[in-house]
């Protein structure tokens, strides 16, 4: 089975403070995915990565980076956190190819104070 | 550009009764379509994808190129059915990107 592994369920950060949002998925998937979740707007993608070492930006990357130096692990960080930051962020894995679906982490729900 | 809509943000119907979950996509390339289910408390998971042509939990969903649709279906609700569901499209021409609607609520009511 597929694990996703998200390192916290829940974070409390202050305006300002750099945050890292690590994930974890143990299925050598090529591509990896950061997203936000918010009620009424769904999903949005934050960025992706389809290899090591590479990183696209998805819909909404402003404020936000991502590294991705092994395969496994692919973190977001948010460089100077913003109260509007707060939301829900959910780590998704994929292999390449057509008809791959995502496999999705528990979330991180994160509150900037 | 909105790639997949999904117009009904709520969504209750009750214990028996058929359910209709819609889903409307634009993508000038082939399509491939996702449902996904999130549970109260839990993951998002995969619940069907049309290449499958399965049926999950008594659901299912037909691809409608005309019509460019994926509504997702289930003749007889039950109480465990009450999530929130995505629909999904994957684009392969950039890499393997997905994009979700915006969510439907499903609640059924006893």
């Known amino acids: 089975d597929v694990k996703v592994t998200q390192s916290s369920r829940y974070l409390v950060k202050r305006t300002g403070e750099k945050v890292f949002l690590e994930c974890v998925q143990d299925m050598d998937h090529e591509n990896m995915f950061w997203y936000r979740q918010d009620p009424g707007l769904g999903l949005r993608l934050i960025y992706f990565?389809?290899?090591?070492?590479?990183?696209e930006k998805g819909d909404i990357p402003e404020g936000y980076s991502v590294s991705r130096e092994k395969k496994e692990r692919f973190s977001l960080i948010l460089e100077s956190a913003s109260t509007n930051q707060t939301s829900m962020y959910l780590c998704?894995?994929?292999?390449?190819?057509?008809?791959?679906?995502?496999?999705f982490g528990d979330g991180t729900r994160l509150s900037i104070l | 550009a909105q790639r997949v809509t999904q117009p009904e943000k709520l969504l209750s119907v009750f214990k028996g009764a058929p359910v209709e979950l819609k889903c409307n996509y634009s993508y000038s390339g082939s399509p491939e379509l996702f449902w996904y289910v999130q549970y109260s408390r839990q993951r998002l998971q995969l619940l069907l994808r049309?290449?499958s042509r399965e049926s999950i939990k008594g659901f299912t969903a037909d691809l409608n190129k005309g019509e460019t649709s994926f509504h997702l279906k289930k003749p007889f609700a039950q109480e465990e059915d009450s999530a929130m569901y995505y629909c999904?499209?994957?684009?392969?021409?950039?890499?393997?990107?997905?994009?979700f609607g915006t969510g439907t609520s499903l609640t059924v009511i006893p």
């Open positions: 998704a894995s994929s292999f390449r190819g057509d008809y791959q679906p995502q496999h």
């Open positions: 049309h290449i």
């Open positions: 999904a499209l994957l684009t392969t021409n950039t890499g393997n990107q997905f994009y």
């Open positions: 990565s389809y290899d090591v070492k590479m990183k």
